[in-house]
């Protein structure tokens, strides 16, 4: 009757840790996209973007029509034929992705001019 050569039973081990959650990716103050997506602007006035959308890949790059977006291995926005490439003549291409609306965080800013042009609504100094 020796020692017992099995280890005593340690602790069990509880459950693994979940990873952590990805990150939305941040457009601007009050604008994201899902996580691992890249942001694009959809809409812009004077250099500053009013409307984001989501190009479903990271490190997207953003096309001209405001509406598409190509993977960063083939970056090359073809518009005339609605694809991604490498920009060279024969190489790869494959179909550009559509972007999905970005989420925002607070209402859409609504100019003062659209207020009170008789839609019913009160204007600045609540009257009816």
Known sequence: GGPDPRPTPGPTPGPSPKPPQPEPVQCD???????????????????????????PVMDAVC???????????????????????????????????????????????VPWSHAGSGSGKKDRRGQW
């Not at 103050?29 to 190009?55: H, I, K």
């Not at 970056?75 to 034929?81: G, L, R, Y």
Request: with cysteine; aromatic share 6%; glycine share 8%.
């Open 29 to 55: 103050s009050a604008t994201s996209c899902p996580p691992e997506t890249t942001c694009c602007c959809v809409t812009d006035f004077l250099g500053m973007c009013l409307e984001w959308g989501c190009c």
């Open 63 to 109: 096309c001209d029509d405001h509406e598409h977006c190509c993977t960063p291995e083939l970056p090359v926005c073809d518009t005339e034929s609605g694809r991604c490439g490498t920009g060279e003549a024969n190489g790869a291409t494959q179909p550009w992705l559509t972007k999905i609306p970005a989420t925002r965080h607070w209402p859409r800013w």
